[in-house]
């Protein structure tokens, strides 16, 4: 389905008191680390590209860390299964490559996309693949692990634009866990807003390795890790950063929330993955 972008703003000028975190992740709520914490295997989670990379499934010991294990890999491996490092506690089991420099730079998007050879900046979300891709006339520029909706909230697919952006952005409707304090959205990019009104956003959060928001799509935020968790200590992922700057540039982020009047294009395909069976 392809969004009409002039409908799609008047919609929301018009309830702009509303989507200041109309919508937020599933784990933004009491549910953020204890829903991570239930799942026993991650290499239940299936994506298409897992069957290009020989792995087997480790479990995550007492003491270890992803720096520890996989040295300088680390960043591709923790990739590669979608995850976190705030999310990798003992007794998970994740997929390690057989080899890891098979999963150096890794990425399961397409390096080149025919859609988006005419524009200047177009964001593909695959779902099946829990990935987001960021194209420059066609050529991948950089690529993400994403968290999206779950199974009862389900992200959007079609065609969209970037309509909206606000750096600090915070839910209105829920807290960090075990908290009183509104969850963070930090570095948000509003691609959708539905009928009743919800709104839809592209933006920082945990990423546990599976599909666990109410529709949002949830990128690497260390930075607010640390900030509202007190981990990790030294933040080092920032995807949602990284993409926020690409998309608003040349604009620079003075704090506020600012609808983009032609913000990049937007595909979201695929199904994402069952997560019936990550317990299991």
Not at 126 to 134: I, K, N, R, T
Not at 220 to 245: R, S
Request: net charge positive; proline share 6%.
């Amino acid at each position: 389905m392809h969004n009409s972008a002039d409908p799609v703003m008047r919609r929301f000028r018009r309830i702009f008191s509303l989507l200041c975190g109309a919508l937020i992740i599933a784990v933004a709520g009491s549910s953020s680390y204890s829903d991570a914490r239930m799942i026993s295997s991650l290499c239940k989670i299936k994506h298409p590209s897992d069957a290009q990379i020989p792995w087997e499934c480790v479990r995550i010991k007492k003491g270890q860390t992803p720096e520890s294990m996989f040295g300088d890999r680390w960043r591709d491996v923790l990739r590669f299964n979608r995850v976190d490092r705030r999310h990798l506690y003992p007794g998970i089991a994740i997929k390690v490559p057989k080899r890891l420099e098979n999963v150096e730079n890794f990425t399961a998007m397409p390096r080149f996309y025919q859609d988006a050879a005419s524009e200047a900046k177009y964001i593909l979300v695959d779902l099946s693949e829990q990935f987001l891709g960021a194209y420059e006339y066609g050529k991948l520029v950089f690529s993400f692990p994403v968290a999206t909706g779950d199974g009862n909230n389900e992200t959007p697919k079609g065609e969209f634009r970037v309509l909206a952006y606000d750096g600090k952005h915070i839910s209105s409707l829920y807290f960090v866990e075990k908290t009183d304090k509104l969850y963070p959205m930090h570095y948000g990019l509003m691609f959708h807003v539905n009928k009743q009104g919800v709104a839809f956003w592209i933006h920082g959060r945990d990423v546990p390795g599976f599909p666990a928001s109410h529709g949002c799509i949830g990128l690497y935020d260390e930075e607010m890790q640390k900030q509202y968790y007190g981990n990790p200590k030294k933040p080092v992922l920032d995807d949602a950063k990284t993409l926020f700057e690409w998309v608003i540039s040349p604009l620079a982020d003075d704090g506020r929330m600012h609808v983009l009047k032609a913000g990049p294009l937007m595909s979201i395909i695929g199904d994402a993955p069952s997560t019936k069976s990550r317990n299991k």
